[in-house]
């Protein structure tokens, strides 16, 4: 039962004539209850999320495969192992599931341009091109950091002829 299962169980209890049960008062018990504390869902990157996926099932076993044989997992996740509480939260994912952090997005504008031309990704034939800023269902105008370096525009965050702009999703 979580929090707000009791909360209504004791709204149950009450009745709508009735504010106290056997001398109790429900309404002060349930004002404590909602002052309790509620585990809070660990917020992760994407490629956090991604190994607890695949290794959720053994998660002991796993974190110890982690540490022993630390060569064969990605760098990124033999620098987050290091952070201060990589267990701890990886636990509190397993107890009490986990969200993942949005990452930021950018729209990358060639500067001086005339119609607003923005890197576009299309993504039917997986190439990139210069074209007005929207997003239909087979193009992407917004991208990640990663998405932008895979595609080798990492090098558009310092070039002085193109804007960047954060975008919220």
């Not at 429900?26 to 190994?51: R, S, T, Y």
């Not at 001086?112 to 190439?127: P, Q």
Request: glycine share 6%; charged share 30%; proline share 2%.
């Amino acid at each position: 039962m979580n929090k707000q299962e009791l909360i209504e169980y004791c709204k149950s209890l009450k009745g709508d004539l009735n504010k106290f049960i056997n001398g109790i008062d429900v309404n002060k018990i349930i004002a404590k209850i909602e002052q309790l504390d509620e585990p809070q869902k660990p917020v992760v990157k994407q490629f956090v999320a991604e190994w607890y996926e695949e290794n959720k099932n053994n998660l002991e076993k796993n974190i110890y495969d982690c540490i022993v044989g630390w060569g064969i997992h990605s760098k990124e996740i033999r620098d987050w192992m290091r952070e201060t509480s990589p267990f701890q939260t990886l636990v509190n994912m397993h107890q009490f599931g986990y969200t993942v952090e949005k990452e930021k997005r950018y729209l990358v504008k060639a500067k001086g341009v005339y119609f607003n031309s923005c890197l576009i990704f299309e993504k039917i034939n997986k190439k990139w091109l210069f074209s007005s800023a929207y997003e239909i269902d087979h193009q992407r105008g917004h991208h990640t950091r990663k998405e932008l370096e895979a595609g080798g525009f990492g090098w558009v965050f310092d070039c002085p002829g193109v804007e960047i702009e954060e975008v919220e999703e």
